[in-house]
């Protein structure tokens, strides 16, 4: 069973176009997460929601738009498209992000290409 | 502003050499410092939580220590499958949430 999953696994799109990235967890936990993995591997958090509450959002452009319907899901809808929004973006999860024992869990990954 | 910086950004050993990776970083108020292990193509997975100084954990051929300001993962006799990139992440309360920061990874190859 996976735990975190995520789709599409690739995206290749045109600058300028819409896209979204859905995530879903089956492992009951009350948070999910958002990050961004540049070319060099930098992983960093773009959004949070605690039980589709959104708590945390870094300084990310607000054509990115998190959507939370409920707490098992979390997707990530991308307005106009740049090239500089290629990456790969990580979903993840954890049981409780107001208790520090905080392990997250992964999703394999979106790689986005923004042609 | 919190750091995490993390040292060597990529190490090449031969099957059976052990080493260590560092991961030094500055937070105020650490609640968790974590180590995970990412693959190619794939999302990064748990390996270890410490939570305080002197405090150590191991699993097979590695092991994480942490003192008040670093972290060291210690791998002991490595295989080639152990080549992977390894990320160091601290947390600390931020207005009511523990959210982890990333440092940028060791890359790691074992040579057969």
């Known amino acids: 069973d996976t735990a975190v999953s995520q789709t599409p696994k690739y995206l290749v799109t045109q600058m300028g176009n819409d896209k979204s990235i859905k995530c879903e967890q089956n492992?009951?936990?009350?948070?999910m997460y958002w990050y961004k993995q540049d070319s060099k591997k930098f992983l960093k958090i773009m959004f949070s929601?605690?039980?589709?509450?959104?708590?945390i959002n870094e300084t990310v452009p607000n054509r990115f738009s998190p959507k939370s319907p409920d707490k098992a899901h979390l997707n990530l809808h991308i307005n106009s498209l740049e090239l500089g929004d290629s990456a790969v973006y990580f979903c993840?999860?954890?049981?409780?992000?107001?208790?520090?024992?905080?392990?997250?869990?992964f999703g394999p990954g979106t790689r986005l290409t923004v042609l | 502003e919190d750091q995490v910086t993390q040292s060597p950004e990529a190490l090449r050993l031969q099957e059976g050499e052990s080493s260590s990776l560092n991961c030094s970083y500055t937070?105020?108020?650490?609640?968790?410092l974590f180590w995970y292990r990412q693959d190619p193509g794939k999302g990064p997975e748990f390996l270890f939580t410490?939570?305080?100084a002197g405090e150590e954990k191991e699993k097979e051929r590695l092991k994480a220590t942490l003192t008040k300001k670093e972290s060291f993962l210690h791998i002991t006799a490595p295989k080639p499958e152990d080549s992977a990139t390894y990320l160091c992440?601290?947390?600390?309360?931020?207005?009511?949430?523990?959210?982890?920061?990333f440092g940028r990874g060791t890359s790691l190859i074992v040579h057969p």
């Open positions: 993840a999860s954890s049981q409780d992000s107001a208790t520090f024992t905080n392990t997250q869990y």
């Open positions: 492992l009951g936990h009350d948070t």
């Open positions: 929601y605690n039980n589709k509450e959104l708590i």
């Open positions: 937070v105020s108020g650490l609640r968790g």
């Open positions: 410490l939570y305080s």
């Open positions: 992440a601290v947390q600390a309360p931020s207005g009511g949430s523990y959210i982890p920061t």
